[in-house]
């Protein structure tokens, strides 16, 4: 077998070939956005290489390519744990543990070149809202930027010696369903109309002032966490500008209290319901006009949410009700959405998860974000529970 690193066009287009050769007959296999997907390795487009790297290889046998590998670190998140820690992505490998573990071994190398002593997979160069964890559970069409994976992955990242640090749940809600609890509408109403309080969806006019308003929020709603990374302005803009013709403005909110932010909650509409029909995820001149004629004629049934966030000294006091109760009314005039799904919430964040659940919402899926420590004698330790 032979390792080739992704260089120029030829080996690029081969990357995103091993899916579709891999995930052939497989109905629940949805490409990933491949534009996407190359702004993430792109050096102009992802800020993360201001200080980070990032490697991506195929593996070829026999003529025939049959796995794919990414590695990459950088120092925000490297510099969050005991030891430095980089991270793999983007792992596609036919059902051979050899095969796999010579394109962890790759990665390994890569990653320990460059000052790494660990690392976490599958996981994204950037921030993750996207393509991070693997699925262990749920082995159904995934939303947009949920990974997909065949069950015997697990196997592979196992059997080369990774473990879980964290799972990831996700979960399934129809607001508009009238069996959801009378009393939880009826909290979800007063807390909306409580005096001080402002609710506020999103503008690409006012984006400026938004992005500035989530940093003070994620700043103070997750600092506390293990695994807190700031977000960066560059960051949340290039997103933003990026996702642009995903976003729906009244899919994102904002909650003040006399004008302070003090909550954040974000949701976008599941383009993974037409790349279904493209096949591809290459975005050609034809493949875009079906996918703007699809949107148009609200091809899209499915939603996700993908950030809720409330500021420490704000929780336990119903904000999150109050901004299901404002998306309830868009969800009302837009009845062609009627599937959301909460994805994800990891293991170590029992409180929301209890949140979820207490919406009426129901556990669909599980991913994993695994962790491979070099030293096999250093001590493996879960990532840390949040505190109630």
């Known amino acids: 077998m032979e390792v080739i690193t992704v260089t120029g066009e030829k080996t690029t287009n081969a990357f995103y070939q091993v899916p579709e050769i891999l995930y052939r007959n497989d109905p629940n296999y949805i490409p990933l956005l491949r534009p996407m997907v190359e702004n993430i390795f792109n050096k102009e487009t992802n800020t993360k290489f201001k200080q980070g790297d990032a490697r991506r290889w195929l593996l070829k046998k026999e003529d025939k390519f049959v796995g794919r590998i990414a590695a990459f670190y950088d120092p925000d998140y490297a510099g969050g744990y005991e030891q430095p820690t980089g991270c793999i992505g983007f792992f596609e490998c036919v059902n051979d543990p050899e095969a796999a573990h010579l394109l962890f071994d790759t990665a390994k190398k890569w990653l ?3 000052g790494m002593e660990a690392m976490d997979g599958p996981v994204n160069f950037g921030e993750n809202f996207f393509y991070w ?3 262990v ?3 159904q069409p995934q939303t947009f930027g949920m990974q997909y994976h065949p069950p015997y992955y697990h196997k592979l990242f196992e059997s080369y010696g990774f473990k879980t640090f964290y799972k990831q749940f996700s979960y399934a809600l129809d607001i508009t369903d ?10 979800a109403a007063w807390v909306a109309q409580k005096p001080g309080y402002s ?43 990026e996702a642009r013709f995903l976003l729906e403005e009244d899919f994102i909110w904002f909650v003040y209290h ?9 949701m976008i509409p599941d383009l993974n319901q037409i790349l279904k029909k493209l096949k591809s995820g290459k975005m050609n001149a034809w493949n875009i006009l079906k996918l703007l004629y699809y949107k148009k004629m ?6 996700r949410v993908i950030v809720l966030g409330v500021i420490p000294r704000f929780q336990r006091m119903g904000i999150e009700s109050g901004i299901f109760y404002q998306l309830k009314k868009v969800m009302l005039r837009k009845k062609w959405y009627n599937d959301m799904e909460m994805s994800w919430v990891g293991d170590f964040n029992p409180k929301m998860n209890a949140l979820f659940k207490s919406f009426g919402a129901k556990q669909t899926l599980t991913h994993l974000t695994m962790r491979y420590l070099f030293n096999p004698e250093k001590e493996f330790n879960r990532a840390a529970i949040i505190p109630s």
Not at 179 to 186: A, G, V
Not at 199 to 211: G, R, V
Not at 258 to 266: D, H, Q, V, Y
Not at 298 to 303: A, E, G, K, Q, V
């Open 112 to 114: 320990y070149e460059n």
């Open 133 to 135: 964890g693997l699925l």
């Open 199 to 241: 609710y506020e969806h999103f503008s690409f006019k006012n984006q400026e002032k938004y992005i500035h308003d989530f940093m003070v929020i994620h700043q103070q709603a997750w600092a506390d966490h293990s695994n807190y990374k700031p977000a960066s302005y560059e960051q949340l803009k290039d997103m933003i500008t």
């Open 178 to 187: 009238p069996d959801l609890p009378d009393r939880f509408w009826k909290i």
């Open 258 to 266: 006399n004008e302070e932010p003090i909550a954040f909650f974000m």
């Open 137 to 139: 559970d749920g082995f």
């Open 298 to 303: 609200r091809s899209i049934t499915r939603c």
